[in-house]
């Protein structure tokens, strides 16, 4: 258990095999059964005690054979070569989901999640506009992920979705677009036309660091 303060927020971009939307948001099996993509969180604010954690990327590469809650997944963290090793134990501390309540984010995957496969700290490249719901996280050797706006299959316009969870655990609002995934390293996937959400994060010692209604004013949700 740690009693250390810390404290993230930043951009979310989100990557995974279901169809657009995610049904596991609605508390629905997953497209295909199974669940795996990427998630990566680029900090624009964060630290851990004394340690800042300020424009770091962070990247995960998951799978669940099933739905999420029904556990056996695996993960592999991603870290930027740049990070110190002090950064470096400081966020392997958060994702433990040490001294976390039961029911908020990094305390689930921790009871959800029975293998973790080598971290990697490698180059991150990392593009995020989620008004123009555009995307791209590039990490050699472990998975290239791009999105771009979902479009009428008829008109060929940009078709708006977004995604609001006032009670979220992992996000409040993100804009949905299509994704194309492709995972390389110890995790493997490849899914064309995908889901991908783009938002924003921020997650601290209790969970959620913002009631939502203090997350729509911080960061300017529902526009």
Request: aromatic residues 12%; hydrophobic residues 35%.
């Amino acid at each position: 258990m740690t009693d250390v303060k810390w404290h993230l927020q930043g951009k979310w971009l989100e990557y995974c095999s279901c169809d657009y939307g995610c049904p596991c948001e609605a508390m629905a099996p997953p497209t295909k059964g199974f669940c795996d993509g990427v998630v990566a969180m680029k900090v624009d604010e964060g630290y851990y005690g004394d340690i800042r954690l300020d424009d770091l990327v962070l990247v995960t590469v998951f799978y669940f054979p099933r739905a999420i809650h029904h556990g056996e997944g695996q993960l592999q963290p991603i870290m930027e070569s740049k990070t110190t090793t002090e950064q470096r134990d400081a966020i392997f501390t958060i994702l433990s989901g040490k001294g976390q309540p039961p029911g908020t984010m990094f305390a689930i995957f921790s009871q959800i999640v029975e293998k973790v496969h080598s971290p990697v700290f490698t180059e991150i490249e990392f593009e995020w506009d989620a008004k123009k719901r555009t995307g791209r996280l590039d990490i050699p050797n472990v998975v290239r992920a791009t999105s771009a706006p979902i479009r009428n299959p008829v008109t060929d316009e940009e078709h708006h979705i977004r995604t609001v969870l006032p009670d979220g655990w992992t996000f409040y609002e993100a804009e949905i677009a299509s994704g194309n995934i492709k995972g390389t390293g110890a995790i493997k996937f490849d899914h064309a036309k995908s889901h991908c959400a783009l938002g924003h994060f921020a997650f601290d010692n209790n969970g959620m660091a913002y009631s939502y209604d203090d997350a729509k004013k911080h960061f300017g949700l529902g526009g």
